[in-house]
């Protein structure tokens, strides 16, 4: 069977559907769900080529679309980041509200999650100089602790408290 025909046959109403549901899981969000299983659908078509038969069609689709999803997700955490780096910038809280192109688009809800995480990231750089870096590799750029450890020269179990710490604090911070 071509790559054509097994790509018509296979990436159905159905596929659709399952793709959609699978991102739907991920990133909880309808639209967001609908943009994630375009995606998958496209990155299926494209790399038809690479399905080779030994498992369910179904397991193959199910593993591009969360890996669609998960790509989807680490775009919105590189987002969320870029503006929790503006609000640092700013300890005032309001310049940087500012700066944004559109700031009447944005949302009550996006803003004040935008002032939550400045309130976070203020509270974890209270705990001193220490702390800031493991937090911030750890929570914001998703560094393992090992990996963690062995950038900043540090042992494990040192990584695992200040994290540990600097979450609290944050956590704190947040629902104050």
Known sequence: MTRTAL??????????????AIALRFVKDEDAADDVAQEAMLLAHRHMGSFRGDSAFSTWLYRVTTTAA?????????????????????EGGGAWLDNLAAPA??????????????????????????????FYMRYRDGYSETEIARRLGLSLATVKTRAHRAKVAAREAVAA
């Open 70 to 90: 998960l790509m989807y997700l680490r775009r919105q955490r590189r987002l969320a980041r870029e503006v929790l780096a503006s609000a640092e910038r700013d």
């Open 105 to 134: 688009r944005r949302s009550d809800d996006a803003l004040a999650a935008h002032q939550l995480c400045a309130r976070a990231a203020r509270r974890v750089d209270r705990l001193g100089p220490k702390y800031g870096p493991v």
């Open 7 to 20: 790509a018509d046959r296979c990436l159905d109403a159905r596929a659709r559907h399952y793709a959609r």
